[in-house]
């Protein structure tokens, strides 16, 4: 089951880095949730717009890795991780690291991220 899981996360992060948004909402549950004071939720695949990523480049990023994934709260159908990981440039100096609680859920036999809460 933890394993699962935390496949689904690399697979995530695999795709984030390949900038593959496919691959990426392949690893969500939908609805997708960011809460906070402005808080936006994807009812479906396909709302990361590639400009996205050309910000991130902008700022020198080549890719992102962990540096953590914590598991804090387990149950059969939810697992709540605490994940910290860098964004990067080619000559992997960090850009910045970002903390974040990720809730990944079990919808029909399936893992999915469904929440990603940034600091």
């Known amino acids: 089951m933890l394993q699962d899981a935390i496949d689904v996360l690399n697979k995530f992060t695999e795709s984030f880095n ?5 691959g990426m909402d392949s690893t969500l549950h ?3 949730v960011f809460p906070g004071p402005n808080t936006v939720i994807w009812n479906e695949p396909g709302q990361l717009k590639k400009e996205f990523f050309d910000k991130l480049k902008s ?13 804090i709260y387990e149950s059969n159908t939810k697992i709540h991780f605490r994940v910290e990981y860098e ?25 999915g991220i469904q929440i990603r809460s940034n600091e």
């Open 30 to 32: 939908f609805p997708h």
């Open 59 to 71: 700022q020198g990023w080549a890719f992102s890795r962990y540096t953590k994934q914590e598991p």
């Open 18 to 22: 390949n900038e593959d948004t496919e």
């Open 87 to 111: 964004r990067c440039r080619s000559d992997e100096s960090v850009i910045n690291l970002q903390r974040a609680i990720w809730i990944l859920t079990k919808k029909d036999e399936k893992w």
